[in-house]
Nanobody
Framework: QVQLVESGGGLVQAGGSLRLSCVASGGSFSSYSMGWFRQAPGKERESVAA????????RYTDSVNGRFTISRDNAKNTVFLQMNSLKPEDTAVYYC???????????????WGQGTQVTVSS
């Protein structure tokens, strides 16, 4: 069983930056692909970014490509999401998740964190 705890959310002005972290425990972190998802009020959860277990592959949804960067430190059991040039439409609860396969669809993810709120003001 893998436990995931996110941190780093908050309130930021448009154009600003935030760095989300997600620390994993209770499993073999380096064997899992990791993903970041987000859910805004009244909207479905969507994939933001994913990174393979060996860090060689990453994927981004079009709306964040070039602004967000996913990375991981397997020695520290941590995955990061660096978010730059934030926009009001990035406002959402952000979740990290772990999967045994490299994927961007939520159904492939086995473990989820509790989420961290990101609010971008205009």
């Amino acid at each position: 069983q893998v436990q995931l705890v996110e941190s780093g959310g908050g309130l930021v002005q448009a154009g600003g930056s935030l760095r989300l972290s997600c620390v994993a425990s209770g499993g073999s972190f380096s064997s899992y692909s990791m993903g970041w998802f987000r859910q805004a009020p009244g909207k479905e959860r969507e994939s933001v970014a994913a990174i393979s277990s060996n860090t060689y592959s990453t994927r981004y949804t079009d709306s964040v490509n070039g602004r967000f960067t996913i990375s991981r430190d397997n020695a520290k059991n941590t995955v990061f999401l660096q978010m730059n040039s934030l926009k009001p439409e990035d406002t959402a609860v952000y979740y990290c998740a772990a999967a045994r396969v490299f994927a961007t669809t939520s159904k492939n993810y086995d473990y989820w964190g509790q989420g961290t709120q990101v609010t971008v003001s205009s």
